[in-house]
């Protein structure tokens, strides 16, 4: 099975249309991988393949004319009986329910109101949304037959975003094997009958708030940034040191956090500034507001000493409204420092991230047209126009953001990519290092808005 996985050994195959042999093989792997880790015998698993289960050529003629050849020998070897015979029921995927029935294939995709008949066959819903995320209008994975790329809509107001033209869509096999790497390091499991924790279940699957994966590379990325920092100072490091956890009490945080265990086992440096303009928190904004219990709050890890900037919006009625960067009930706090905080979740909710963080500045960047977010969006853009060009808005919030996420939903950008970014700008020299740990101001981020060094500051797409 190692050669159909999308590796550095194995790269993407240049095929014409779908790659369907490799599609399918990762296909019937998810499901595989599914079945059982929910506890049951391959011996039951249904293994016809979607084009059996709904007749075969005979009855499936009217459909095979509008589908692509390489489509339709993916829906020959790709597996789906098991989606109409398994008791309890058993979803493909965390986000995705299984293959969408034949009369399916052509609903809910978005079209414009200009288009014929003769094009709406190019667009086909390969796979239905999984309903039990509670996504009102849930559309599924959507494959392009002109392009032979597909983009997984959890809604279908996801449309107006991802078929703007601008949006970059992806082969289907780059999106199995990214769904394939979740459940290899535990970000999606499969459990059986006997699971009784407290992650939301979608039949089979749940999604932890983090995995032991996450916690080791988000440890050892900033070990490598600390380690590059105290190579590079002239003269010996300081001999004061500084905890990442000496603002935060650790009974403030839950039992087994992400930000608890983080905390208590990140290294101790020797120099102030780990990045432009941030050094160690030494303060909590947020460690007044009442939160629900089990919910984990905003948490502050690296500041500036100067405060954050406050984005506004304009009303219809004229007037400036504030766009806060954290829901409520922390958007009574106007006034708190600009940096670096680990973003308030519910580790036990639908979309349950405890390593996802924000960088907020004192500043707006973005209005010259070079920012961008990893799905390569100018900041603050409206999205959901169509056409080749974008107008950018200044904002102090979408530094390193994802975007539109191709793989999965409402999860702001992973700590340890990050604290791996800066790792990378000090080893490579384009951030300085002098006595007090990494140099420049604040007005150093400026660069991601500059025609030189915007690449330098957008994290590629992740999960």
């Not at 993916?74 to 098991?82: C, I, P, R, V």
């Not at 329910?97 to 066959?121: F, I, T, V």
């Not at 920092?229 to 650790?250: H, Y």
């Not at 101001?441 to 500051?457: M, Q, V």
Request: charged content about 20%; aromatic content about 10%.
């Amino acid at each position: 099975m190692s050669q159909w996985r999308v590796t550095a050994e194995h790269p993407l195959r240049e095929v014409e249309g779908l790659d369907h042999e490799r599609c399918a093989a990762l296909h019937n792997l998810i499901i595989e991988r599914g079945w059982t880790a929910s506890g049951r015998s391959l011996t039951d698993l249904d293994r016809r393949s979607w084009w059996e289960c709904y007749g075969g050529d005979a009855k499936l003629l009217p459909h095979a004319a509008k589908l692509s050849p390489s489509i339709i020998a993916f829906l020959k070897a790709a597996w789906h009986g098991y989606v109409i015979t398994a008791q309890p029921q058993h979803a493909f995927f965390r986000y995705l329910a299984g293959l969408c029935s034949p009369d399916d294939l052509w609903k809910n995709a978005h079209y414009g109101d200009d288009e014929d008949d003769s094009n709406k066959r190019r667009y086909v819903t390969l796979y239905m949304a999984n309903w039990a995320l509670g996504t009102s209008h849930p559309l599924g994975l959507v494959f392009d037959q002109q392009t032979s790329t597909a983009m997984q809509h959890i809604s279908i107001h996801d449309t107006s975003v991802t078929m703007n033209g601008r949006q970059i869509w992806l082969p289907l096999e780059l999106i199995l094997e990214a769904f394939l790497n979740m459940i290899d390091q535990g970000k999606t499991l499969a459990v059986d009958s006997s699971y009784c924790g407290e992650q939301e279940r979608i039949e089979p699957w749940i999604m932890p708030s983090y995995t032991i994966c996450d916690l080791d590379e988000t440890l050892e990325a900033f070990n490598r940034l600390t380690c590059a920092v105290e190579a590079r100072m002239p003269g010996d490091p300081s001999n004061k040191t500084r905890r990442l956890g000496d603002a935060i009490e650790s009974s403030a945080l839950p039992p087994n956090s992400f930000a608890g265990r983080f905390l208590a086992r990140a290294r101790e440096i020797r120099f102030s500034q780990v990045a432009p303009g941030l050094r160690i928190a030494r303060q909590q904004p947020f460690y007044s507001v009442n939160v629900e219990e089990g919910q984990i709050r905003p948490i502050l890890l690296f500041e500036s000493s100067q405060e954050a900037h406050q984005d506004t919006e304009r009303a219809p009625w004229g007037e400036d409204l504030v766009i806060s960067p954290f829901p409520q009930p922390f958007r009574h706090i106007s006034n708190y420092p600009a940096g670096v905080y680990l973003t308030e979740t519910d580790p036990h909710g639908a979309h349950p991230f405890e390593d996802g963080c924000k960088l907020i500045l004192p500043c707006t960047i973005g209005e010259y047209g070079w920012a961008r977010t990893s799905d390569g969006a100018l900041f603050g853009e409206n999205a959901h126009a169509k056409g080749p060009t974008a107008s950018p808005v200044a904002l102090s919030t979408q530094l390193y953001q994802q975007g539109f996420n191709h793989f999965i939903q409402t999860h702001d950008v992973q700590l340890k990519h990050v604290l791996g970014h800066w790792a990378d700008m000090v080893e490579k020299g384009k951030w300085e290092v002098d006595v007090d740990g990494v140099a420049g101001g604040i007005e150093k981020w400026r660069e991601a808005d500059t025609e030189d060094h915007w690449r330098d500051y957008q994290l590629p797409m992740s999960w």
